[in-house]
């Protein structure tokens, strides 16, 4: 079965600085896409970033970047000069296909907070 | 251009009530998917529409939960009875085709007491 891990629950950062978000996924899929999405208190769930899973070189969306380890199955989020609009939960996802469907799976999610 | 719409915000029923959410697509997107977050998790699809036909439905639990996208643009989903354990947000996405992007909508907090 496919799922998704995130390990840390919550994660707090400085402002300005750097923090990396965990993600490991099982999987027997060849063909497939990772996410990131940040969800704010408002609950309007924002992708930040995608991966696909046949490119070898990582993704990156501005301050967002993410360090892909297919072998490893691992996908973890970086975000470079955290800001206090970065504080969210956020959820990594891994979609597959079955039978033309596109289906999303989503890891527990983490908590992020920054501090001022 | 306007987002994925759903109503209500926020409902606060009884068990074995019935409750009904509403969501609106974003204009031209085929594909639609309601999901069910409970507080702490991340969200689990219930079912997935391509136009009016279902795709998938294989996680809502058919004794209780229905749902319907009758002309393939607006869709309903309803519990009943509803049970303590439904208390969740009731996410509403939408993409333009079965391998686009999900756009979600801001989801129906649902409290069942």
């Known amino acids: 079965a496919q799922t998704v891990t995130q390990s840390q629950p919550e994660m707090s950062v400085q402002e300005a600085e750097t923090v990396t978000l965990s993600c490991t996924y099982d999987?027997?899929?060849?063909?497939?896409?990772l996410f990131w999405y940040k969800q704010p208190p408002s609950r309007q769930m924002i992708l930040v970033i995608r991966?696909?899973?046949?490119?070898?070189q990582n993704a990156t969306e501005n301050r967002f970047s993410v360090n892909f380890q297919k072998a490893a199955k691992s996908f973890s989020l970086k975000i470079s000069d955290s800001q206090l609009g970065d504080a969210a939960m956020y959820f990594c996802?891994?979609?597959?296909?079955?039978?033309?469907?596109?289906?999303?799976?989503f890891g527990q999610g983490t908590r992020l907070t920054i501090n001022p | 251009e306007a987002g994925v719409a759903q109503s209500p915000r926020y409902k606060i029923i009884e068990k074995r009530q019935s409750v009904a959410f509403w969501c609106n697509p974003i204009?031209?997107?085929?594909?639609l998917y309601w999901y069910q977050q409970i507080l702490g998790q991340g969200p689990k699809l219930l079912i997935q529409?391509?136009?009016?036909?279902?795709?998938?439905d294989s996680q809502l639990p058919k004794d209780r939960f229905s749902a319907e996208r009758l002309k393939g643009v607006d869709s309903t989903l309803k519990i009943q009875p509803a049970k303590l354990e439904d208390s969740a947000v009731y996410l509403c996405?939408?993409?333009?085709?079965?391998?686009?992007?999900?756009?979600f909508g801001p989801g129906t907090r649902l409290t069942v007491l």
């Open positions: 999987t027997s899929e060849s063909d497939y896409y």
């Open positions: 996405a939408s993409s333009l085709d079965l391998a686009g992007e999900q756009f």
């Open positions: 529409f391509q136009n009016n036909g279902v795709v998938d």
């Open positions: 996802a891994y979609r597959f296909g079955i039978q033309g469907a596109q289906k999303l799976v």
């Open positions: 204009s031209g997107h085929a594909t």
């Open positions: 991966q696909e899973a046949y490119k070898q």
